[in-house]
């Protein structure tokens, strides 16, 4: 029970919805299709799960105006109900809300300009010259880095760790442990050891920006790696120096980019897709789970590698097989070039 109590009118409104049923039922609550109580509102938005609509226990449910037509009992009819539902979805948020002003345990520079709205938790580090803007909440143990910049409204998770001269823009999401800004992965080899190069850029990264837990954006080798508008970045990936990120661009958990790699805009990689170095994605293109991406993409779609699940047995085969390949190809050339030698003849 998340205290949050709403008629179904005024849900409507928030998403501007379409009654169907009684606008006066009253809300506390969200949950799927199967699991919603009376007091609950659910959402349909995949087909497969058209069939719970029947039987679901929902006070209330979002519906696209086809499905509500067959529907008897309460809804709101929108366009897009898994938009409605994530617009809904922040009326009963349970996270504890803020409050302006700086735990005693925090130690901030003089030099530092903190927003007299700001919330500065426990144990928060400040170092010199760091700008957080109007109503930016800075977790527990989090550290802010010399000169960097937080745009307003944003939200760093205790533990976030922000090296110097990070530039972030407003509305700024972190999860807990992620560190922006750590030196990039750069060294030259000399005489069989490796010589580490000053790592001098920096990270910019644009408005409505969010980091998951546990995920490192390195800082540029000479220029700023760079992280677009609206960009949203899953739990534990990795995105190594000097990358560029376009506006709106999504990946998933576990993504690996190499260094001075360029994503396009709108683009989607899905969990555990790796990106080697130096190469560019242009915009609107989707790489499927665990693909293994080696050169540059320069038409929009969506791109896969690697093979799908099979039982064990079968895949030892196919990997029998596949190592065959090679020889099969060079049997299968010599073939065509004894058939070649006998139509001359």
């Not at 696209?64 to 979805?89: H, M, W």
Request: glycine share 10%.
């Amino acid at each position: 029970m998340t205290g949050f109590t709403y008629s179904l009118k005024e849900l409507a409104d928030q998403v501007d919805a379409q009654i169907q049923g009684d606008e006066h039922v009253v809300i506390n609550g969200l949950s799927t299709l199967q699991d919603a109580q009376a007091n609950q509102i659910s959402f349909l938005a995949n087909p497969q799960y058209r069939k719970q609509l029947a039987e679901t226990q929902a006070g209330a449910v979002l519906l696209t105006e086809k499905d509500a037509q067959n529907y008897r009992g309460n809804c709101l009819i929108v366009a897009d109900p898994y938009l409605a539902f994530a617009r809904i979805s922040h009326l009963f948020d349970p996270k504890p809300k803020a409050q302006p002003g700086i735990h005693p345990s925090a130690h901030i520079d003089d030099s530092a300009q903190i927003d007299a709205t700001a919330c500065i938790g426990p144990g928060v580090v400040i170092e010199a010259d760091v700008q957080i803007s109007a109503n930016v909440v800075i977790g527990a143990h989090c550290f802010i880095g010399a000169r960097s910049r937080i745009g307003a409204d944003s939200w760093l998770a205790p533990r976030v760790t922000l090296y110097h001269d990070v530039k972030a823009g407003a509305r700024l999401v972190i999860q807990s442990g992620a560190v922006i800004g750590g030196e990039g992965f750069g060294f030259a080899k000399h005489e069989g050891a490796w010589q580490k190069i000053a790592q001098i850029g920096g990270v910019t990264i644009g408005d409505d920006v969010e980091i998951g837990a546990n995920t490192c954006i390195d800082r540029g080798a000479l220029k700023d790696t760079l992280i677009g508008n609206g960009v949203k970045i899953d739990n534990q990936i990795q995105i190594a120096h000097n990358v560029e990120v376009g506006d709106h661009t999504a990946m998933a958990a576990c993504v690996g980019i190499s260094g001075s790699t360029k994503i396009g805009k709108h683009c989607l990689l899905a969990g555990g897709v790796g990106l080697v170095g130096h190469i560019e994605l242009c915009d609107n293109v989707f790489v499927t789970g665990m693909t293994m991406v080696t050169h540059s993409i320069t038409e929009p779609g969506a791109y896969s590698s690697g093979t799908a699940m099979q039982p064990a047995a079968e895949w030892k085969k196919s990997a029998v097989r596949f190592r065959q390949l090679d020889e099969l190809s060079k049997k299968v050339r010599k073939l065509e070039k004894a058939l070649v030698g006998d139509s001359k003849a």
